[in-house]
């Protein structure tokens, strides 16, 4: 197996947004993230489709909205994380990371919160997810989550 070389350029540019981007988090600051960090079009890829996910069909049409997958403009992000901060209690959350390489970099992100509504409204959750950034000059350009889905 032949060894594959990593531009050592990209993983810097990767790791300083990666920094800046656990610094808002754990800040608290997602929607500054998202104004500083990202690209004017991002491509979201999540686990699992929001539409097959239990308990959709009984969300609120606003959550549905919200809602982002596939090329995604930094609008429908921030209406989304908008509409995540507004209808969730959060008791609290960490973030770790960053670890880069190349041009992108990966964090551990889990959040405690109870949603306010749908279908598992006062229901305390704890959320964990591993994420995947990809940064191209110097902006995220894609987002990838992982998680459990044990339902």
Known sequence: MSATTIDASKTRESMKVGKRLVELCQQGENRKAIEELYADTVNVIEAMDCTQMPGYDDMPEDAKKAQAAGPTSKAQLLESS?????????????VQGPYPLGDEFACFMRMDCTPKVGPMANQRMDMQEACVYKVKDGKIVESRFYYGMDF
């Open 82 to 94: 908008d509409w995540f901060f507004a209808n969730h209690e959060i008791h609290g959350g960490d």
